[in-house]
């Protein structure tokens, strides 16, 4: 039983990190972030209730994850529309300006 | 305390359905074209994890979640998709290029390491440890007020420091987000303001 979410936690990531690297859209880039920040808090929440279940130093953990991964997703999506309203484009692979 | 006191088969077989939930959500929201499909089934996937959160003792957390995650995080990524999503494919899913085959490949040895080390961990020992030690302390019940008590004695200088960066977020994000006012001169010699209306 203690097994399956550690699983499922896992699967996330990985799931997170294929969409973040394949993506082609940039509000499923910041999409996929967000599965991978859920799949750390479930990671953590398992671990606060199964091993620290007097204090819950992992659910506070948690709380400053949801509380920043809100603020990340916040600012991300206004640089998404920043840069949308510029280049009225989405595609990822086009924000070169910035290379060498 | 549970807040959800149930017989061991019904517990399993709720987790069960929630996992089904996250596993089919977070594929829908990877392999979808339409990105409004993939926007509901993030939303599918944060829902599933808060009541899987019920399950596990931490009713605070859930309802963070539920609050934060869904109300707020999904509710921007749907507006942010409809402003600026274009259809352009008529297929249910994207075909894959070379690279995202060797993005699967990897990622899935990666998870396949990560569940051969979950499963190799000798999870029984450690609660052996955990338990015999939590016998020793003294138990009072943990509830939400224990995690407000924490974030303000041991968590107090994080707790600030969040604040400061809540605020400071909000503040970015409008800055960045508002739209230009153009200042010009035209042929008068006078300096004119141009509002700039092609995004909202």
């Given amino acids: 039983m203690l097994e399956h979410v550690p699983n499922l936690g896992a699967y996330l990531f990985c799931i997170g990190i294929f969409g973040l690297v394949t993506s082609r859209n940039m509000v499923r880039a910041l999409m996929c972030l967000e599965l991978i920040f859920n799949a750390v808090n479930i990671n953590l929440i398992t671990f606060s209730n199964s091993f620290d279940t007097q204090e819950t130093k992992g659910e506070i953990f948690v709380i400053f994850i949801i509380a920043i991964a809100a603020a990340e997703a916040a600012i991300g999506l206004a640089i998404v529309l920043a840069i949308y309203r510029n280049k009225n484009s989405t595609r990822i692979d086009q924000f070169n300006l910035l290379k060498w | ?200």
């Fill in chain 2, 1 to 200: 305390m549970n807040i959800i006191e149930l017989s061991e088969p019904l517990h399993e077989i709720i987790f069960f359905l929630l996992e089904i939930g996250v596993i089919l959500g977070s594929l829908g929201v990877v392999l979808f074209n339409n990105i409004v499909y993939s926007a509901f089934f993030l939303g599918l996937v944060f829902s599933c994890i808060s009541l899987s959160y019920f399950a596990l003792n931490a009713e605070f957390v859930a309802a963070a979640q539920i609050l934060i995650y869904v109300g707020a995080v999904n509710v921007s990524i749907v507006s942010a998709v409809m402003l600026i999503n274009k259809p352009n494919s008529s297929k249910m899913f994207p075909s894959w290029a070379i690279g995202d085959k060797i993005t699967f490949l990897i990622c899935s040895s990666l998870f396949l390491l990560l569940v051969s080390v979950i499963s190799n961990t000798p999870w029984s020992n450690i609660t052996l440890i955990t338990e015999s030690k939590a016998l020793l302390e003294v138990d009072f019940t943990k509830n939400v007020q224990h995690i407000g008590y924490l974030l303000l004695t041991q968590f107090l200088l994080p707790f600030e420091l969040l604040s400061i960066i809540l605020l400071v977020a909000l503040i970015g994000a409008i800055v960045i987000a508002r739209r230009e006012n153009f200042v010009k001169t035209n042929r008068k010699r006078e300096l004119q303001i141009k509002k700039d209306f092609t995004v909202f």
